[in-house]
């Protein structure tokens, strides 16, 4: 595995890569990874001739107060694992690479990231989208990888592609679950044990409605009912958000009448974990 920091370095790499007509697949990541990452990565690998991983900690996508100076990383395990499931070049650019002093240029796509996390977040995905934009043009990927438990992020992602017409595949692989059903998240490793047994109530609540939904019900205000009366009932919970959205618009919905979104986020202590689960009747 070559490691880059430079763009430079890696755009060297890349125009070789296409000269050569190679396919390439890029995973992006903020570090700290897990399963759920590395899912990612395998599937790259079995549908690309190159795969490119990123570990970049976006400040872009951090709002005023949020997580960024603890946010996870151990860049030595990251390599390592990274290595192991047959990764080319691991990108591991400073800030300072991806945006210099005079960096003025943001990439936002309107509408889809106003609910659910941009309300909490409302300058999140604007960061995220400028630095995937980036990612995409630096790596000059043919195909790029993103976990379903960021759904809403993907959504935005998948837009941002069809409306500015980069000619790369999106891919959204499962969410990788831990056994109790918790999904796996570089934040979940923020958690005391006591917390830790309380974030599966989140799932929990996702898995109630879900089989509300799978006994009938298609009214969004009893299944958002259901989600809600399980999670108030859990004392070391806040609730940020829960919703029953459209899948494709991520607009609030009265029924289920195509494939939906449960969608939540909560406050568990000082961290705030986000899951969801399609529904499709
Ligand atoms: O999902 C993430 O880890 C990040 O939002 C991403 C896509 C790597 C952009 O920084």
Redesign the pocket.
């Known amino acids: 595995m070559i490691k880059c920091e430079t763009i430079s370095q890696l755009r060297e790499i890349v125009n070789e890569w296409k000269q050569q007509g190679k396919r390439i697949g890029l995973v ?3 570090g700290y990874l897990h399963e759920g990452h590395l899912s990612l990565i395998d599937y790259i690998k079995s549908h690309c001739d190159c795969v490119i991983a ?1 570990v ?1 900690v ?1 400040p872009k ?1 951090f709002g005023p107060g949020e997580d960024i100076d603890r946010y996870p990383q151990d860049f030595e395990r990251d390599m390592q694992l990274l290595q192991e499931r047959g990764v080319d070049v691991l990108f591991i650019p400073e800030s300072n690479e991806i945006y210099p002093d005079d960096y003025y240029t943001y990439v936002q796509v309107d509408e889809l990231g106003k609910g659910l996390c941009g309300r909490s977040r409302p300058t999140h995905f604007r960061g ?1 989208t400028t ?2 934009s980036k990612l995409f043009l630096i790596t000059k990927c043919d195909v790029a990888a ?2 379903q438990k ?1 759904y809403q ?1 993907a959504v935005i992602i998948q837009r941002m592609v069809k409306d500015l017409n980069f000619d790369i595949q999106i891919i959204v692989c499962p969410t990788v679950r831990e056994e109790d059903g918790v999904a796996m998240s570089s934040r979940n490793s923020y958690l005391s044990a006591e917390e830790r047994s309380s974030a599966v109530h989140l799932y929990q609540s996702l898995k109630r409605a879900e089989n509300l939904f799978k006994s009938g019900e298609l009214h969004a205000a009893r299944l958002r009912e259901e989600m809600k009366s399980s999670l108030l009932s859990t004392p070391e919970i806040n609730v940020d958000y829960l919703e029953v959205v459209d899948a494709e618009t991520l607009q609030s919905i009265d029924k289920v009448h195509r494939i939906t979104l449960l969608a939540g986020a909560v406050w568990v202590g000082k961290t705030r974990l986000i899951d969801n689960i399609l529904i499709d009747p």
Do not use: R
């Open positions: 992006p990541t903020m990123s970049f976006n996508q995220v630095i995937v993103f976990g960021d992020q």
